[in-house]
């Protein structure tokens, strides 16, 4: 990956916003390539960005060189109300297209719902996660959190295993699928 010949700070950003929650200064050095100095100049002068923003929507927010990206503290009563909306009432078409995928494929992990999707899912994630429909797999064993269904999820559908719904054995096998996946892990090893 040529990072140095990009713009650094726009990388930083799409980086944040693909992880949907708090990331270290390490981890961002790794996965773009860059000194610590670097990472720090970044993040110093993407939180410089969006403060300077009129009426921005976002906010950077850093702690023990950790950083994310966050919704500005003005929006928090907005955002609040959307959220309690969505958690009360019925799952959007986005959430329940993240809930089958983890139901048919999981556990699996955010990137490659994001990969099968092909946009960012944190908030139905964490909207799921809250309805207690999901939660991270206590089988991980890998770098990434993983998602799997709940005893909840089993108990609303009224079945006793995820092996019951519909066409289990076909889909949660799916070549097409197989295909997206292994060639997006291949794409980030090579």
Same mark, same amino acid.
């Given at each position: 990956?040529?990072?140095?010949?990009?713009?650094?700070?726009?990388?930083?950003?799409?980086?944040?916003?693909?992880?949907?929650?708090?990331?270290?200064?390490?981890?961002?050095?790794?996965?773009?390539?860059?000194?610590?100095?670097?990472?720090?100049?970044?993040?110093?002068?993407?939180?410089?960005?969006?403060?300077?923003?009129?009426?921005?929507?976002?906010?950077?927010?850093?702690?023990?060189?950790?950083?994310?990206?966050?919704?500005?503290?003005?929006?928090?009563?907005?955002?609040?109300?959307?959220?309690?909306?969505?958690?009360?009432?019925?799952?959007?078409?986005?959430?329940?297209?993240?809930?089958?995928?983890?139901?048919?494929?999981?556990?699996?992990?955010?990137?490659?719902?994001?990969?099968?999707?092909?946009?960012?899912?944190?908030?139905?994630?964490?909207?799921?996660?809250?309805?207690?429909?999901?939660? +991270?797999?206590?089988?991980?064993?890998?770098?990434?959190?993983?998602?799997?269904?709940?005893?909840?999820?089993?108990?609303?559908?009224?079945?006793?295993?995820?092996?019951?719904?519909?066409?289990?054995?076909?889909?949660?096998?799916?070549?097409?699928?197989?295909?997206?996946?292994?060639?997006?892990?291949?794409? +980030?090893?090579?």
């Amino acid at each position: 990956m040529e990072v140095k010949e990009k713009n650094i700070v726009a990388l930083l950003e799409s980086v944040l916003f693909m992880y949907g929650r708090d990331i270290s200064f390490i981890r961002i050095g790794e996965l773009l390539e860059l000194s610590d100095d670097e990472v720090a100049d970044a993040v110093g002068l993407l939180q410089e960005e969006y403060e300077g923003r009129k009426n921005c929507g976002m906010s950077i927010l850093v702690q023990d060189e950790n950083v994310q990206m966050v919704t500005h503290p003005d929006s928090a009563t907005v955002i609040e109300e959307i959220t309690k909306k969505e958690l009360e009432g019925p799952l959007t078409p986005v959430a329940m297209e993240v809930l089958a995928i983890i139901a048919y494929r999981g556990p699996i992990n955010k990137i490659d719902i994001e990969a099968i999707r092909g946009v960012n899912c944190s908030f139905s994630i964490r909207n799921l996660r809250r309805r207690g429909l999901i939660e +991270q797999s206590k089988n991980n064993k890998g770098r990434l959190q993983q998602y799997q269904t709940t005893i909840d999820f089993l108990r609303v559908l009224g079945i006793k295993s995820v092996d019951e719904l519909p066409e289990f054995e076909e889909l949660s096998q799916d070549k097409r699928i197989d295909a997206i996946l292994y060639s997006e892990s291949e794409n +980030q090893d090579g």
